[in-house]
Structure formats: structure tokens, C-alpha cells
């Protein structure tokens, strides 16, 4: 019998987690930089900032932002039109 570790317990209830799904309005363009917003977008804190926003994903990754909690989440359009959060 192997043991498990807690870092194993944990990382077993996250997969085991109900899919999360944008609730909110949906945006259609970057707060930050204009750009349209197709089928991703993060709704993240801009570095050295403590406002949030609706920003196109290669632009956050472009001014350094992170995703996680208390940074940011990533979510990707699905072919029903439900926006999944796919990380953060």
C-alpha cells in the first residue's frame, strides 16, 4: 500500500474539482491595451496595480502579469459559448 503525501491529497481534490465558468458579463475587448477579445481573456490584476481587469491574455503575458490566486484567471471560450476557467 503506497502513502500518500498531503501535497497528493490535495493536487487529487483539485482534479477532482467541479469545472468553474464566467458568471459575469462577458468582455469584448482588453481594458488595457483595446485589443478584441476572441476566445480567451484573464480577468487579472495589472502588475504593481492593485485594479483589475478584462485584458487580452498575450498582453498580460506581455507587462509581466501572473495567474493565480489573487493575480489572475484565464478562461477560454467552449463550443457551447460558456467561458471555462482553464487556470489561475
Excluded: N
Amino acid at each position: 500500500m503506497t502513502k500518500m503525501t498531503l501535497g497528493d491529497v490535495l493536487a487529487d481534490k483539485l482534479q477532482a474539482r467541479e469545472p468553474v465558468y464566467w458568471c459575469g458579463e462577458v468582455p469584448t475587448k482588453c481594458q488595457l491595451s483595446g485589443k478584441r477579445i476572441v476566445s480567451r481573456f484573464v480577468d487579472g490584476r495589472a502588475p504593481g496595480s492593485a485594479t483589475w481587469a478584462f485584458v487580452h491574455p498575450d498582453y498580460f503575458k506581455q507587462i509581466g502579469g501572473q495567474l493565480g490566486l489573487g493575480r489572475g484567471q484565464l478562461y477560454e471560450r467552449q463550443q457551447t459559448g460558456r467561458w471555462l476557467k482553464i487556470e489561475g
